[in-house]
T-cell receptor
């Protein structure tokens, strides 16, 4: 059974701090690894990573995938209170029609 | 406006009663999904449907049932056989021609069973 494990479970930081969220997976074949941000209700898409070693960046967020070591990290620099959310690591299967979600990391950024 | 609607936002039921959660989309998406979210467990797939009149079990289908009689609607019934039904339920849809990661999520229904 595919497994996606995120750590830490929760994290409290102050504005301006840099955080690294971890995602490890036990999946033999998959198409992509995705990161989502979930604030109050529905998750919103952040990144899709398909190839190892290529960093994706969007503003203060960046992410990278290591297919050899079976993990991905999501970095957030200069955190803001608006970054407070649950961050979900997700595996997209080969067929591209099913998502397997990790348990999420709950990030709280204090002013 | 296109989107996915779920109703109601909050639902309370007594143990032993079946309850149906609504999910409607006007995005003309082919595929629809139901997820359950519990604290610390991310989202787990209950059922999905890739086409009208067809649906498949996900990872935790026991105690749930679905139907897909219309493209825009994918209701989920939580039956009395579901041992721990209290959770947050999210419905999602995806276009058959769109990017595979682009699942659009509804606002969710929080079900409490006492």
């Amino acid at each position: 059974e595919d497994k996606v494990v995120q750590s830490p479970l929760s994290l409290v930081v102050h504005e301006g701090d840099t955080v690294t969220l971890n995602c490890s997976y036990e999946v033999t074949n998959f198409r992509s690894l995705l990161w989502y941000k979930q604030e109050k209700k529905a998750p919103t898409f952040l990144f899709m990573l398909t190839s190892s070693g290529i960093e994706k960046k969007s503003g203060r967020l960046s992410s990278i995938l290591d297919k050899k070591e079976l993990f991905s990290i999501l970095n957030i620099t200069a955190t803001q209170t608006g970054d407070s959310a649950i961050y979900l690591c997700v595996i997209l299967n080969n067929a591209g029609n099913m998502l397997t979600f990790g348990g999420g990391t709950r990030l709280m950024v204090k002013p | 406006d296109g989107g996915i609607t779920q109703s109601p936002k909050y639902l309370f039921r007594k143990e032993g009663q079946n309850v149906t959660l609504s999910c409607e989309q006007n995005l003309n998406h082919d595929a629809m999904y139901w997820y359950r979210q519990d604290p610390g467990q991310g989202l787990r797939l209950i059922y999905y449907s890739q086409i009208v009149n067809d649906f498949q079990k996900g990872d935790i289908a026991e105690g749930y049932s679905v139907s897909r009689e219309k493209k825009e609607s994918f209701p989920l019934t939580v039956t009395s056989a579901q041992k721990n039904p209290t959770a947050f339920y999210l419905c999602a849809s995806r276009s058959g021609t769109g990017a595979p990661y682009e699942q659009y999520f509804g606002p969710g229904t929080r079900l409490t069973v006492t």
